[in-house]
């Protein structure tokens, strides 16, 4: 059913002048025994328009085609939304199209889905950009659930500027939050530091302790001039 990237580790550091965002490679899928990584080349990080990106973590599409992220997003934005409109018909879009995946994975293949329930309920969507002049950053979390009532989809939203508790904020997506979680937590910050140096390490950190979680690292940075690429694989440029 899913072509889940649930090993993903991604980074995103927002500034009041710049958003840099980092993330592994690997993919893992329900098709092999154990969830073993399928392949290292998995682009996480999407261009919509120059300064306007987004990331994905978790559920990725299905095998039939009909559920796809990535294709979601795009299909969910035009040039004449701007990044809080697409966010919010991206999630609607994607919350829906989720959800009819599932009860469907349920009624065809319900001990499969049970299976591996637990790894399929997760998407982890991030959309970085400038709007209004503003570095910001959307975190929508969609976790299903599956009780008496039958399966549901909620969001966590969480944005910056907004939720955030300091200017200078550290966002994590994916599995490996926690490893990263750990690194960021001891940085000193009286130390300054190249927030891509930052953001690297910390997805660095979720590689070591994850075989689901892979070199190599793309790095992207956005400010109000544009965005470039720090480092990237060519089939991601």
């Not at 982890?124 to 959307?138: C, K, N, P, Q, T």
């Not at 966590?156 to 994916?174: F, S, V």
């Not at 940085?187 to 994850?210: F, G, Y």
Request: net charge positive.
């Amino acid at each position: 059913m899913a072509e889940s990237i649930t090993g993903t580790a991604i980074v995103i550091i927002r500034t009041d002048d710049e958003i840099v965002v980092a993330a592994d490679s690997r993919a893992i899928s329900e098709r092999y025994p154990d969830w073993k990584p399928v392949t290292t080349n998995i682009c996480k990080i999407h261009k919509l328009h120059d300064t306007f990106y987004f990331a994905t973590a978790g559920f990725r599409s299905d095998f039939t085609g009909t559920f796809n992220v990535v294709t979601a997003i795009r299909k969910s934005h035009n040039e004449s939304r701007s990044i809080s409109q697409t966010v919010e018909a991206s999630e609607a879009f994607i919350r829906s199209s989720f959800l009819e995946t599932l009860n469907k994975h349920k009624r065809e293949n319900p001990e499969n889905f049970k299976k591996n329930f637990a790894r399929s309920s997760v998407v982890d969507l991030a959309f970085v950009g400038v709007e209004h002049g503003s570095m910001v950053v959307y975190i929508r979390r969609l976790r299903a659930q599956d009780d008496v009532a039958g399966l549901s989809v909620n969001v966590h939203p969480e944005t910056c500027p907004g939720h955030c508790r300091t200017p200078n904020e550290i966002l994590m997506i994916g599995d490996g939050w926690r490893a990263m979680n750990e690194y960021v937590r001891q940085l000193d910050p009286k130390t300054p530091a190249r927030l891509a140096e930052v953001a690297k390490n910390a997805v660095s950190a979720a590689i070591a302790k994850s075989q689901t979680v892979g070199l190599p690292i793309d790095i992207l940075r956005i400010d109000r001039r544009g965005s470039s690429w720090i480092e990237v694989k060519n089939e991601c440029r």
